[in-house]
């Protein structure tokens, strides 16, 4: 099959990255590659653990990325229900007007954005950095979120009701368990929108214990070029536990979904 | 849900927002006014002071004037923009390190305090390298005071180059290319280099470019003027491009930047010399120690003026004190004694660099080792780029480095990149800001 | 389907009154006032963070855009109004067409070859055995967990002209003939194909995992009735899986046309627009504007262009959705 081939194109580089980061320094600058490192070394793993602000960094980021997913998964469920569920004047503008925000470059918002959380005083905050990512992630959650409700049928809701199902258990018992996908997708959105971010974190954090680990994964390019081994490994350490978190957290959620019966 | 359970998570949500802002409309103030005691905020530049000899210096400065000195250090990695940035708000850091080509884009748009009515009073000012205290003049006035300068200069291989016959380094242009031609012809890998330097490594390209008199761009009537079509460019620019294919693989020319690290390449044994600045000796002997003790340096013999050295180009850094600071007093009191006579000398000794003054380098070159001497001899003979905001600009949008990197490859004439190339500087350098 | 009568969804007054709150039957008066009040609070919250992120810079950016605003303007905080100027400057500039051009067919091409892959990706995982599916995720979460900044990095190292291995492994194969020294990113060609790939890597994990998540969502009844009229696969998926999905479809549609228009970090990292501008895109140039050249001013006016183009295109986008049946 054709996707099988395509597959190939996502596992290479992740293979490539892995072998890369247990190169030594010489072997990973060959211009004929080697496909498994010999010697195998854990040099770049101590060189990533032993570099000053890895801690703080990785600390940084994970807290601001999970109170990021919190907030807007929250907010944007609170305002998509508002925006499906409800039937009022201006809904499709307000639904055109968060798609509509999200079309300027942010390159060019960086410096009003600057200015505005200079002016309230948010600048080299957490707080200030959370918020900006919230914001970035919330018209994706909520129009996400709204083709989830979308493809709730509304024959199940009717069915519950006429079995006298009260409100809450309704929005519990099928519309909780039949979002949940959704949830999800935009809960992973929200956290890499977060854990990924580097120019906003950049400007706005002037101390460097405040940090992200993106901006701590570039300083492995220098002005001299890049030490590849570190930064491989220092990727690799930074998506691997995200992964494996995220592949637990999804498998479950779907065993949950088709034991639930809801699929039928 | 109820209306009413809708209503309280909304109120619970808002009030959410609302300590959100709270929290952080209360903690930026506070922090600013912390640095109104006797703190003061400076920002370095990452990999180049040890952290060590730092912190030796933030300790003699509070035993001297009682102040705390908060030191962050920052990446070359989008600096600019950091900068930009921080200078742009109530609580900057009070004194910034800058490299010395950027400074004129904060010079001259009123993001640094003036001190020329200072100059005076800052250690062997009249002596300032060029390529360093050239920058931090703007319209007459003065902005920033040197740190440290980083020459160019040629690092060999000794045992490659003793296996060759060759024991001592060389004297003059031709001497060198003997030396290169007799290694080429020893080492026949198609990705080895007798002397590596990537196309797009334009601060090498440059020394070639000045060698034969041309020059990147001058100033005719207040407006600046892109150079490299004149002949004496050209001819300085074929030479270079003639080097280059000559002695440093064809990859090399199609390297993009920030590609592998030269000095990576010739630590791997990859080139028998590179043109580096002092401190890359340190990425070579932690990427290959076995090195030690066997690199050697001379600097780069003028092509176009027998007996005499090519110019080099200067990288380095100056310190500057933020408009908006509220520690000026201190701010200056920090910039006074960083320049000082023994603070630099303990800075030169810590990183090799050679110090600010030209008083200073020559008092101190018989002191330094054999290998960093070289690098001196070249920052004697320095060059430095235009001293305008709209350098920065073609710094940041990488045409230099894609002009050159062109130039090597040689898929259009020398003299179309370099019109081109004139063109876009007419523009960059001429712009407002 | 059920798609189809989409709009049955919206509940009308009645209904609405009915989900909030079953027990309480309202009076006429307030009833219109709750119709307002109930999704003002449950807005509020996002709407505050938004007006205050997006909407407020947002407006200070169209300011910007008719300001001679540059580093000057940025230290003194004195400001001199523009007027069209930057707009002049923008549309003049013998960029702009060719900018403009290149931006459509890049986001085009990315945006199809993201939708069609990670279908085909999301109708591989249905048939995948559990295994085979978490070891599948992972590669795909692995792939979009990576920081842009960093795969982008690794991307320019995989095709590095020396010691890159894509020029290895296409040299080894010999079709193609030799790639030694071979460099990707040095002509326009080969540079828009290195990041449009780079792009795909990062971008279709997120189309294939939501497809995915929406289509095992498709209750079996309605294959097992299609299989009793005796469909095959292909028709089976016309007919039911795609309607099923048509609206997350449209939304991974409408989501990666907007993130692919705005692709920054991937260019500026690669190839800082070069060779020679060959990659400049709207992004790329508002930056080079308003950060190298520093004139926010222009990089702003560059954004409210983009912006409103975008918006056209959108606009149009969902009046065509909304003929076609669909509920916004």
Redesign the interface.
């Known amino acids: 099959m054709l996707a099988g081939a395509l597959c190939l194109i996502w596992v290479f580089p992740i293979y490539w990255m892995v072998n890369t980061s247990f190169k030594t320094a010489p072997n990973i600058l060959r211009t004929t590659p080697q496909f498994f490192p010999s010697p195998f070394t854990f040099e770049n793993y101590v060189n990533v653990f032993t570099k000053p602000n890895f801690l703080s960094s990785l600390i940084n980021s994970l807290s601001i990325s999970i109170v990021v997913v919190g907030i807007s998964i929250v907010f944007a469920f609170l305002a998509t229900t508002a925006l499906t569920k409800f039937n009022f004047k201006g809904r499709h503008l307000i639904l055109i007007l968060i798609l509509a925000v999200q079309m300027i470059p942010s390159t060019a918002l960086l410096i009003p954005l600057f200015l505005t959380f200079r002016d309230a005083g948010l600048l080299n905050s957490y707080a200030g950095l959370a918020l900006a990512y919230i914001a970035t992630v919330l018209p994706f959650s909520i129009w996400i979120l709204r083709g989830f409700f979308h493809s709730i049928p509304v024959e199940i809701e009717e069915a519950a009701r006429m079995d006298g199902a009260g409100t809450a258990r309704i929005l519990r018992s099928i519309y909780f368990p039949l979002l949940l996908p959704g949830l999800i997708a935009t809960s992973v959105f929200a956290f890499i929108t977060a854990w990924n971010d580097y120019i906003t974190a950049l400007v706005f954090m002037a101390d460097s214990s405040k940090y992200t680990l993106p901006i701590w994964l570039v300083s492995f390019s220098t002005e001299d070029g890049v030490d590849y081994g570190g930064l491989i490994a220092g990727s690799v350490i930074f998506a691997l536990p995200v992964t494996i978190f995220f592949l637990i957290v999804q498998r479950n959620l779907v065993q949950g979904i088709s034991s639930g019966g809801v699929k039928g | 849900m109820k209306k009413k359970d809708l209503t309280t998570a909304s109120a619970i949500a808002l009030a959410t927002v609302m300590l959100i802002s709270g929290c952080g409309g209360s903690a930026g103030p506070v922090d600013g006014n912390d640095s109104g005691d006797q703190e003061l905020s400076v920002w370095l530049m990452e990999g180049e002071i040890p952290e060590a000899t730092v912190t030796s210096i933030t300790d003699q400065f509070k035993e001297q004037t009682g102040t705390t000195v908060k030191v962050e250090l920052q990446q070359w990695d989008g600096i600019n923009t950091k900068l930009i940035t921080a200078l742009a708000t109530n609580d900057p850091p009070d004194v910034m390190q800058i490299g010395n080509t950027n400074v004129p884009l904060f010079a001259a748009t009123g993001g640094l305090v003036d001190i020329t009515q200072y100059k005076d009073d800052f250690y062997e000012s009249d002596s300032w390298l060029a390529g360093l205290a050239g920058p931090a003049v703007f319209d007459e006035k003065l902005f920033a005071v040197p740190l440290a300068g980083n020459s160019r200069a040629v690092m060999y291989d000794k045992g490659m180059w003793a296996d060759a016959g060759i024991d001592a380094p060389p004297t003059s242009f031709e001497e060198l290319e003997r030396a290169l031609d007799l290694i080429k012809s020893q080492n026949s890998e198609p990705d080895f280099s007798p002397m590596y330097l990537a196309g797009v490594n334009w601060y090498v390209a440059l020394s070639f470019l000045y060698d034969a008199g041309g020059s990147l761009a001058k100033q005719v009537d207040g407006k600046w003027v892109g150079q490299l079509s004149t002949p004496e460019s050209l001819k300085g620019l074929g030479q270079f491009v003639e080097f280059q294919n000559k002695y440093s693989s064809v990859a090399s020319r199609t390297v993009p930047s920030g590609g592998p690290d030269s000095a990576v390449v010739f630590a791997s044994g990859r080139a028998s010399s590179i043109i580096d600045s002092s401190g890359s000796l340190g990425t070579v002997l932690r990427t290959n120690p076995e090195l030690e003790g066997q690199v050697g340096s001379f600097a780069m013999p003028s092509q176009n003026n027998p007996g005499e050295l090519m110019p080099a180009f200067m990288g380095g850094s100056d310190m500057g004190m933020a408009k908006n600071s509220t520690n000026k007093e201190l701010g200056l009191e920090f910039l006074k004694f960083i320049s000082s006579e023994s603070v630099q000398a303990e800075i030169v000794a810590a990183t090799g660099a050679s110090p600010g003054s030209e008083a200073q380098l020559q008092a101190l070159l018989p002191t330094i080792d054999e290998f960093a001497q070289p690098f001196w001899d070249a920052a004697k003979n320095s060059i430095s780029v235009p001293p305008t905001p709209g350098w920065a600009t073609l710094e940041s949008d990488g045409s230099p480095a894609d002009f050159f990197s062109q130039l090597t490859r040689g898929q259009k004439s020398i003299e179309s990149l370099a019109k081109t190339f004139d063109d876009h500087i007419n523009e960059a350098l001429n712009a407002s800001y | 389907m059920?798609i189809e009568k989409?709009d049955?969804?919206?509940?009308?007054?009645s209904q609405?009154a009915a989900?909030?709150?079953?027990q309480q039957p309202l009076g006429g008066a307030r009833k219109k006032a709750?119709?307002?009040t109930?999704?003002?609070?449950?807005?509020?919250?996002?709407?505050?963070?938004?007006s205050?992120?997006?909407?407020?810079?947002?407006i200070?950016?169209i300011f910007?855009s008719f300001q001679?605003y540059?580093?000057?303007a940025?230290?003194?905080g004195v400001i001199e109004w523009a007027g069209f100027g930057n707009y002049i400057a923008i549309f003049t500039d013998a960029q702009f067409l060719p900018v403009m051009w290149r931006t459509l067919w890049f986001t085009a091409t990315l945006v199809l070859g993201c939708v069609v892959?990670g279908m085909?990706?999301a109708?591989?995982m249905v048939r995948l055995n559990r295994k085979m599916l978490?070891v599948?995720?992972?590669?795909?979460?692995?792939?979009?967990?990576?920081?842009?900044?960093?795969?982008t990095?690794?991307?320019?190292?995989?095709f590095?002209?020396?010691?890159g291995?894509i020029n290895?492994m296409i040299t080894q194969v010999g079709v193609f003939g030799d790639f030694?020294?071979?460099?990707w990113?040095?002509s326009q060609a080969g540079a828009l194909f290195t990041i449009w790939?780079l792009k795909v890597?990062i971008s279709?994990?997120?189309v294939a995992?939501?497809v995915y998540?929406?289509q095992?969502?498709i209750?079996?009844?309605y294959y097992e009735a299609a299989m009793l009229d005796g469909a095959n696969g292909w028709t089976i998926y016309r007919s039911v899986t795609l309607p099923?999905l048509r609206?997350?479809l449209y939304?991974v549609t409408?989501?990666s046309m907007?993130w692919h228009?705005?692709t920054?970090?991937e260019i500026w990292?690669?190839?800082?627009?070069?060779?020679?501008g060959d990659t400049t895109i709207?992004?790329i140039w508002?930056?080079?504007k308003?950060?190298?050249?520093?004139?926010?001013g222009q990089?702003?006016a560059?954004?409210?262009v983009?912006?409103i183009a975008?918006?056209v295109l959108?606009?149009y986008y969902?009046r065509s959705l909304n003929r076609a049946g669909e509920?916004?």
């Open positions: 059920s989409s049955d969804r919206i509940p009308d007054d609405v989900v909030v709150d079953q709750r119709k307002w109930t999704p003002l609070v449950l807005l509020a919250p996002a709407g505050i963070i938004l205050f992120v997006l909407v407020f810079p947002l200070r950016l910007i001679d540059g580093l000057t940025l230290f003194s892959i085909c990706f109708e591989m978490v599948f995720n992972f590669i795909l979460i692995m792939a979009w967990a990576v920081p842009t900044v960093a795969s990095l690794i991307w320019r190292w995989l590095d002209p020396v010691y291995v290895w030694t020294n071979h460099s990113l040095g790939l890597w279709v994990p997120f995992l939501t998540a929406a095992s969502q209750h079996k009844e099923f609206p997350v939304l409408i989501l907007i228009f705005n920054f970090n990292i690669l190839t800082q627009g070069g060779p020679d709207l992004s508002a930056f080079q308003a950060f190298a050249s520093n004139s926010f990089g702003a560059i954004a409210v983009t912006g975008l918006l959108t606009a969902v509920q916004l």
